[in-house]
T-cell receptor
């Protein structure tokens, strides 16, 4: 089954404790992206990647890191989480091309105390 | 600046009625794509429909259609014969063809009443 997986689905942590949210897709997509969703703000892009070893900042990259060492994986790293990073996080992927929609993972609900 | 505006934070619609969700966009790109996604209470993002800026016909997918008015920069989603399962958040998004970044609206919460 074609899918984007994220782990963990739920995470409660404390300020300053490094964490990684994993994202993996099995569709051989070149493009991958991380979003955060906050009430009333829609989705905002954190980072994206057009291919292996190619990453770029989105609209809200501060406090986040990513890497793209393999085509299928695109982990999101919070080196020192803060309460304002409490949010719902989505990973998405798509092939490159005009029409292609982005496929989304199930989301990771993160709470930073 | 590129922007998506969804002016309806919430809507109540009677079951079986048609509903139109508004979306206007702003971009200086000549070539772009417009997307609608549905987010039920369970949280997942479900792709509904796509419209390319150069497509001459309005996109349709089952009960979903996109009322695309390029001159007015609007891309409204029309759901025909609404069902209780249509209750969800609906997001409009735009992707300029010059890059792959999706720009999102704030969403409309649709509630279908029995």
């Amino acid at each position: 089954e074609a899918q984007v997986t994220q782990n963990p689905r739920y995470l409660i942590t404390v300020t300053g404790k490094k964490l990684t949210v994993t994202c993996s897709q099995n569709m051989n997509h070149e493009y991958m992206s991380w979003y955060r969703q906050d009430p009333g703000l829609g989705l905002r892009q954190i980072y994206y990647s057009m291919n292996v070893e190619v990453t770029d900042k989105g609209d809200v990259p501060e406090g986040y890191k990513v890497s793209r060492k393999e085509k299928r994986n695109f982990p999101l790293i919070l080196e020192s989480p803060s309460p304002n990073q409490t949010s719902l996080y989505f990973c998405a992927s798509s092939s490159l091309g005009t029409v292609n929609e982005q496929f989304f993972g199930p989301g990771t609900r993160l709470t930073v105390l | 600046a590129q922007k998506i505006t969804q002016t309806q934070p919430g809507m109540f619609v009677q079951e079986k009625e048609a509903v139109t969700l508004d979306c206007t966009y702003d971009t200086s790109d000549q070539s772009y794509g417009l997307f609608w996604y549905k987010q039920p209470s369970s949280g997942e993002m479900i792709f509904l429909i796509y419209q390319g800026s150069y497509d001459e016909q309005n996109a349709t997918e089952g009960r979903y259609s996109l009322n695309f008015q390029k001159a007015r920069k609007s891309a409204n989603l029309v759901i025909s014969a609404s069902q209780l399962g249509d209750s969800a958040m609906y997001f409009c998004a735009m992707r300029p063809d010059s890059n792959y970044q999706l720009i999102w609206g704030a969403g409309t919460k649709l509630i279908i009443k029995p």
